[in-house]
């Protein structure tokens, strides 16, 4: 065996040690505590958790977003988990960024081209089901998640959850 395939050999078998022990978890932890990429946590996911799309439906899938309604958008970094709840507002390009304004809490601009995929992520976080929109780099983190928001009794938005399950299901394969 070369060294190339043993290396990947021995980040998928800490992936999956690392899975194993918290398969509810926080993927970044887990990630970090297996030393492989969150990329690589969704990969190992169960049949079904983690659907990919193309970077190249990066505008469609942010267009579906936007009607959602009020998502939870997350930014996590090694340094911070930033949360901000509200609608996602249309995007336009511009010099080299997609830029979101409008009136929600959540805007800026996002370097569209970095984006490398479109993950779908579906699996129980502490306990209870999970539902998010995964907008992954070339390195194998997320740039930011959306998440299907959950309603007072902490279960998922019936609405939202429809609109996650049927943007998961066109892009699943087949």
């Excluded at 439906?57 to 009020?70: S, V, Y």
Aim: proline share 4%.
């Amino acid at each position: 065996m070369d060294a190339q395939t043993e290396n990947t050999g021995d980040r998928r078998a800490r992936a999956l040690a690392a899975l194993a022990e918290k398969p509810d978890g926080v993927i970044e932890a887990i990630a970090g505590a297996a030393r492989v990429t969150p990329a690589e946590i969704l990969e190992i996911l169960p049949e079904g958790a983690a659907v990919i799309a193309a970077k190249d439906e990066f505008a469609p899938i942010w267009t579906d977003l936007t009607q959602w309604g009020k998502v939870l958008f997350i930014v996590h970094t090694d340094d911070i988990v930033l949360e901000a709840e509200g609608s996602l507002p249309e995007g336009s390009e511009g010099h080299g960024w997609f830029n979101i304004h409008g009136d929600s809490p959540i805007g800026g601009h996002i370097k569209k081209d970095n984006c490398a995929s479109v993950t779908f992520v579906d699996r129980a976080f502490h306990g209870r089901r999970s539902c998010s929109v995964w907008f992954m780099n070339a390195k194998g983190s997320a740039m930011f998640k959306v998440f299907v928001r959950r309603d007072e009794n902490r279960e998922l938005i019936a609405e939202q959850l429809a609109k996650f399950e049927a943007l998961h299901d066109r892009y699943a394969p087949r």
